[in-house]
């Protein structure tokens, strides 16, 4: 229903100037000012007009994506996002927005596949990695969202949870080598973190290893008492 709303508003709300037709910068003016009023259709009107302009250019496109995508049609902004990935398969925000938006449809190999290409790139960003790490993760593909996390570099502590969740996962599926090996992760950067605490000790109990298993008691009592 949108795409055909933001159809009607590029012919009734988003007519060209009156000395001419707009040029790419009034394009982009416009949209930004639609979207800082908060009305996505005009907004997203005048940045399908810049594409309409210069359909080669893969900010372009991912600019369409992202207003899709901040007022709320997943599918739109994935559609774009990849239409501007195919234009500029290195455009690492439209790679997080498909990565973002493939994850929360349920599709995290999708995800992994729009995310790599931007990640070959020298000096990549680190939430590009965390990202893909939480892709890996949602595809049970465990080792190698452990290997992306660990590649996140100073912001590693902030995605904590994603080594919480792997465990977590591979714990449940029963896949006891990998969940070791992120709850050793998890514990080194949050080690009073009452989830990752009680997911170690069912970790111990599954290893057959009841002094980790009291250590990790006696860590989880105490966080329950800060």
């Known amino acids: 229903m949108l795409p055909v709303l933001v159809a009607t508003a590029i012919a009734a709300g988003a007519s060209p100037s009156a ?11 416009r949209s930004e000012l639609a979207e800082t009023k908060g009305d996505g259709l005009k907004a997203i009107a005048w940045a399908v007009s810049l594409v309409t ?10 600019r369409v994506a992202s207003l899709y995508e901040s007022f709320g ?8 996002g990849e239409r501007a990935l195919a ?10 927005l498909v990565g973002r ?13 729009a995310l790599t290409p931007a990640l070959r790139q020298s000096g990549a960003a680190p939430e ?14 465990y080792g190698a969202a452990l290997a992306d996390l660990k590649r996140t570099g100073s912001l590693l502590p902030d995605f904590e949870w994603i080594a919480t969740g792997i465990l977590g996962m591979a714990l449940e599926d029963g896949r006891l080598g990998e969940a070791y090996s992120a709850f050793q992760l998890a514990m ?13 000790v069912s970790l111990a109990q599954r290893l057959g290893n009841p002094a980790l298993e009291r250590t990790l008691l006696r860590a ?3 966080s329950e008492l800060r």
Do not use: I, K
């Open 101 to 113: 938006v493939s994850c929360l449809a349920g599709e995290p190999g999708r995800a992994a596949t």
């Open 19 to 29: 000395a001419g037709p707009p040029n790419p910068l009034e394009c982009h003016v």
């Open 87 to 96: 234009v500029d398969s290195m455009n690492a925000e439209a790679a997080m």
């Open 53 to 62: 302009l210069d359909p080669h250019s893969s900010y372009a496109l991912s």
């Open 73 to 80: 049609d997943d599918s739109a902004a994935q559609d774009w």
């Open 128 to 141: 590009l990695y965390a990202l893909r790490a939480l892709a890996h993760e949602l595809n049970r593909d």
């Open 188 to 200: 080194e950067l949050r080690p009073d973190d009452a989830r990752t605490l009680t997911l170690g």
């Open 220 to 222: 989880l009592r105490a």
